[in-house]
């Protein structure tokens, strides 16, 4: 279980989180909602680790902070090596988060033909399209089946399709016992996938 207790963060003065608590459990959606400014993308950043709460604390079962092995964080910003095919690109990532060559190639192998992209293995990024591009990015952040997949605005940027195939993955990796939590803008989608909704 994922427990948010009593974050607070200020930046120039300015609180951006205010006192947020609340639990996300095994399996479960949560969605962050509000305006631009609220503060979703500083609250992922503390929950991933990245950025220090001034107050206040993240736990996970019962222990405080997420191991960063455990984690599938896709940031809003997002970004890929464009001159590296999306195979080898791919291997790369994953062994950054602790696979070996050989378990990462044939998880990521299984990804690609999944998500339709076994024929882009051998393809440079640069000559993706965007919304290929965005299907690698998501492949390479649940590869090694992270227990808590953190999604910053996972549909910006996505037409129909690719939102359909991103929301139908994220129910299949919640049902699977993967906690979820996202930020979005994308308020039927947010229906459609989360068990609960903070705003903030």
Known sequence: MLKVENISKSFGGQ?????????ANRGEVVGLLGRNGAGKTTLLRIVCGLLEADSGR????????????LIGNLPEERGLYR???????????????GMGRQEA?????????RLGMAEWWNTQASRLSKGMQQ????????VHSPRLLVLDEPFSGFDA?????????????????TTV???????????QLCHKTIQL
């Open 15 to 23: 609180r951006v989180l205010d006192g947020v608590t609340f639990t």
């Open 58 to 69: 993240v736990l996970f079962d019962d222990h405080v902070g997420v191991p960063k092995e």
């Open 83 to 97: 001159r590296m095919r999306a195979g080898e690109q791919a291997l790369y990532l994953a062994q950054l988060k």
């Open 105 to 113: 190639e044939q998880s990521l192998r299984q990804w690609f033909d």
């Open 135 to 142: 299907r690698l990015q998501f492949v390479v952040t649940v």
């Open 161 to 177: 399709d690719n939102a359909d195939m991103l929301c139908r993955e994220i129910q299949r990796l919640s049902a699977d016992g």
């Open 181 to 191: 939590l996202l930020s979005t803008h994308n308020m039927q989608a947010a229906g």
